[in-house]
């Protein structure tokens, strides 16, 4: 302060001609704030020191301080010009340059329009692609081996339901394959051509499928109408069978893979003789099938054992009757050969804890009676496993639950392993439901070298 | 060293009342060097006196005696920047040359224009330059570095007053170093 020099610069003695008189006025402002400057030029060398040397911490990490200030200090000006020039542009080509505009606006209408169709179009193709896709997760589920097609066509009449799909001999397809959709089953083929098949849907009057109600575990036969409706037929009268409950394929027709959904139950009316007369309600909506899945290999897998359905009064009493014994089929000495999946009085009687090895017709005499008074349950699987050793007198034949016939579905409804559901093979066991005792859910088997008890009777529970 | 007078306007003194003082290559080289190597051995030893800034009333000392604001800005950076070269890795290096620094510049600006030899005076503006240097120091250490820093008028005051009374005994130490 104070130290202001007006002295005129040396470079510039001469300036009458007005080129230098920028000269002195600079020299006298850089002596009046000379202070100042030098004040401000330290504190700016400390500054940037600091800013180099200090780190800001940010989510992308650490960033140096003078790089963060010189975006603060950067960025505010390239918005301004980026802003000014935006502005200037969008006022220009807004209502200055319009030039081709009117051109250009009928060009974008027919491109709008063409563009529309194509947006109809792709839009059917992701709703085909997410059906298909559907589809094929059902497929993992279910079957293993299937072949996509599409709906092609019906037989054009009101007495026959037939479809026509557009895959054929030549993709595989053979009469009398499965065709589905991931709501439920559709029908079988009938017929097939080199590019193309009939479909016999579930609600043609010619349909039959083997059927069964998912909860009580009751089967017949659902069959169509000539109005279109399905019905679930042969199942007795005195079953309990209330509106809504799921119907699912049996398996028993050898077409369908069981456990499919065919539909729900809509109505329960008597029919004639002493069966029901269920109406069912397809979960596949027959009337309006796009594309459909056929399938060309069926999946069987082995029951699972924690899986276990109800168990039916008549089980138990089949079990205690003699059953008819099943040929034994013999080797070329005349000895009988063990069937796999077949079970003998032994495995009958595989709950009492005879072992599952033990062979011989001691243990096994009087097997009938006695197994299946001491008799507790065995998993499916197991028993469906065990070697046929016994003597065939005694033994009724385990099968697997979805072969068990139309008989089984007349019994209580408390869970069972599937393979004894044997009531089906016998029909007088069947018609000895009167009394329904049911035994309990299955418990665990006991130690195969474990003395059953004599005459044990079974732990039943009422219904 | 002979005092010459310097340009004065609107002073708070008579003009030959302000002289400026020199000092001794050794003097400005060394009673830096000791007041911040206290500053740093002292506080080592008794932390308490950490409130006491010895650099700073350094500075102070130099810029008032010197009367040239810009040797007073450069003695601050200098005394600032050492100051915090002992600071730790986790001290930036600048934030006590930058406070320093103004110190230096307001002390020298003000020391043209009132006498800053009385003891009264030197309490005085070692109280207020104390004060300032803290507001300086947060400032810095706060807005622009977002250090978790707590401004406490308090600790100030106290260590505002201890400042004063320190500083006005080794204001009249350091008289001896003055050259005329």
């Not at chain 1, 083929?189 to 080199?194: M, R």
């Not at chain 1, 097997?367 to 699987?381: E, F, I, K, L, Y």
């Not at chain 2, 003097?27 to 190597?37: E, R, S, Y």
Request: contains cysteine; proline residues 8%.
């Amino acid at each position: 302060m104070g130290t202001a020099q007006t002295e005129p610069s040396h470079f510039c003695d001469n300036n009458a001609n007005g080129l230098c008189r920028a000269g002195p006025v600079m020299e006298t402002l850089l002596g009046r704030y000379k202070n100042l400057i030098v004040l401000a030029a330290i504190l700016f060398a400390q500054l940037i020191g600091l800013a180099v040397q200090v780190k800001r911490p940010t989510q992308e990490g650490d960033i140096r301080l003078i790089r963060v200030w010189a975006i603060a200090a950067v960025t505010p000006f390239e918005k301004a010009v980026v802003h000014t020039q935006n502005f200037i542009h969008d006022k220009w080509t807004g209502y200055v340059w319009l030039r081709g505009v009117r051109g250009e606006n009928a060009d974008l209408r027919d491109q709008i329009e063409r563009m529309k169709l194509e947006q109809t179009r792709l839009t059917e193709d992701a709703n085909m692609a997410r059906r298909l896709q559907t589809l094929l997760q059902f497929k993992e589920q279910y079957v293993e081996n299937t072949v996509a097609a599409q709906v092609i066509g019906t037989s054009g009449n009101d007495q026959s339901r037939l479809l026509y799909i557009d895959k054929g001999s030549d993709d595989g397809l053979k009469p009398d394959m499965a065709v589905i959709t991931p709501t439920g089953i559709v029908g079988k083929i009938v017929q097939v051509s080199s590019g193309s098949a009939q479909v016999l849907p579930i609600n043609d009057q010619l349909s039959g499928v083997g059927a069964a109600l998912k909860d009580s575990r009751l089967q017949g036969i659902l069959k169509g109408a000539p109005n279109g409706t399905t019905t679930l037929q042969y199942i007795m009268a005195d079953e309990p069978v209330k509106p809504g409950e799921v119907v699912i394929t049996s398996g028993g027709d050898r077409i369908f893979p069981k456990g499919l959904d065919i539909g729900r139950v809509a109505a329960v009316e008597p029919g004639k003789d002493l069966f029901l007369n269920i109406r069912v309600t397809p979960s596949a909506r027959l009337n309006r099938l796009e594309e459909v899945l056929v399938i060309t290999k069926v999946e069987y897998k082995l029951p699972d054992a924690t899986d276990l359905g109800p168990i039916r009064a008549s089980d138990i009493l089949s079990e205690r009757l003699p059953g008819v014994p099943s040929a034994q089929p013999v080797d070329a000495n005349g000895n009988p050969v063990p069937q796999p999946g077949a079970t003998s009085p032994a495995a009958g009687a595989a709950g009492t804890g005879a072992p599952a090895t033990t062979t011989g017709t001691t243990q096994n005499a009087g097997a009938p009676n006695t197994a299946a008074g001491t008799r507790t349950s065995v998993p499916a699987g197991t028993a469906a496993t065990k070697p046929a050793t016994a003597s065939p007198t005694g033994g009724t034949a385990s099968r697997p639950a979805n072969q068990a016939g139309a008989g089984a579905g007349r019994g209580a409804t408390l869970p069972q392993p599937a393979g004894q559901s044997a009531a089906g093979a016998n029909p007088a066991a069947a018609a000895t439901n009167a009394t329904k005792p049911v035994r309990k859910p299955p418990v665990s088997t006991p130690p195969a070298n474990t003395q059953p008890p004599a005459a044990k009777p079974p732990e039943v529970v009422p219904q | 060293m002979n005092a010459r007078a310097t340009p004065f306007r609107g002073s708070l003194v008579s003009r030959e009342q302000v002289a400026v003082y020199e000092f001794s290559w050794a003097a400005a080289i060394f009673v830096p060097l000791v007041a911040i190597f206290l500053q740093a051995f002292v506080t080592a030893k008794l932390r308490w006196l950490a409130v006491l800034d010895l650099p700073m009333m350094v500075v102070i000392f130099f810029a008032v005696a010197r009367r040239n604001p810009v040797t007073g800005c450069i003695t601050g950076a200098i005394i600032g920047l050492l100051q915090d070269s002992l600071g730790g890795p986790s001290h930036p290096i600048g934030m006590f040359g930058i406070t320093d620094t103004i110190i230096g510049y307001a002390a020298s600006s003000l020391g043209v224009k009132i006498d800053v030899e009385n003891p009264g005076t030197r309490f005085l503006i070692t109280y207020i330059f104390l004060v300032v240097h803290d507001a300086i120091y947060f400032g810095v250490g706060r807005g622009l570095l977002r250090q978790p820093l707590v401004w406490s008028w308090s600790h100030v005051a106290i260590a505002g007053l201890a400042n004063a009374v320190v500083g006005v005994f080794v204001y009249h130490l350091l008289d001896r170093f003055k050259q005329k």
